[in-house]
């Protein structure tokens, strides 16, 4: 059974600096076309697909966050970390890590954590 | 990045068919994926690679494509049915996953 759970901060300030964990079982990110990938959700807003990391450690962004954005994995501890810069009240949003199969364009999400939600207030 | 538009709304009575197109660059030639998100959820794959069904997603949920545009068509809707769908692909020119704006369904 595949499951995902995001933890980080539910509160944090402009200008800080955002630390999301993911932590999943009933896979492995050293199997070929394993990847977990970071999705947000703002308020009222549309989902946002923010980065991917995969069992290679080949790393993908969102193009208009990447200057912002870092993931990392522990493979052994099956964790994922990304960090996104320099936090802005525009940043409050669901934050989702999702396991994603697949290669190159073929590339889909078929399991979601329950989503954290983080708030940008001073 | 690719742009994909969905239409933001679409309204449909139990029993009727609901068809939610998402169009945009390149969408003929690009593997298309679908999730239902209901609130307070976590999102749920319907559709990948276009028309393939996840195991457990009942077969009331299909997907096609024609030329730029592609549908999820949800049969005998329920009112269970109701949520946001989004359509997703990965746009190979940035190297990058894009979802659609969302559609949400409302069952009458």
């Known amino acids: 059974q595949v499951t995902l759970r995001e933890s980080g901060p539910a509160l944090v300030k402009p200008t800080q600096t955002l630390t999301l964990t993911c932590t999943f079982s009933?896979?492995?990110?050293?199997?070929?076309?394993?990847?977990v990938s970071w999705v947000r959700q703002a308020p009222g807003k549309a989902l946002e697909w923010l980065a991917l990391?995969?069992?290679?450690?080949?790393?993908w962004f969102s193009s208009s966050l990447k200057t912002r954005l870092t993931i990392s994995k522990d493979t052994p501890a099956n964790e994922v970390v990304l960090t996104l810069a320099n936090m802005d009240p525009v940043d409050t949003a669901t934050y989702y890590c999702?396991?994603?199969?697949?290669?190159?364009?073929?590339?889909?999400?078929?399991?979601w954590g329950q989503g954290t939600l983080v708030t940008v207030s001073s | 990045s690719a742009v994909l538009t969905q239409p933001p709304s679409m309204s449909v009575a139990p029993g009727q068919t609901a068809r939610i197109t998402c169009g945009g660059y390149d969408v003929g030639s690009k593997s298309v994926h679908w999730y239902q998100h209901k609130a307070g959820q976590a999102p749920v794959l319907v559709i990948y690679?276009?028309?393939d069904r996840p195991s457990g997603i009942p077969e009331r949920f299909s997907g096609s494509i024609s030329g730029n545009t592609a549908t999820l068509t949800i049969s005998r809707v329920e009112a269970g049915d109701e949520a946001d769908f989004y359509c997703q692909l990965w746009d190979t020119s940035t190297d990058e996953a894009v979802f659609g704006g969302g559609t949400k369904l409302t069952v009458l």
């Open positions: 009933g896979f492995s990110l050293s199997t070929s076309a394993m990847c």
């Open positions: 990391i995969d069992w290679d450690d080949d790393k």
């Open positions: 999702a396991r994603t199969l697949g290669y190159g364009s073929e590339r889909r999400i078929d399991h």
């Open positions: 690679a276009d028309r």
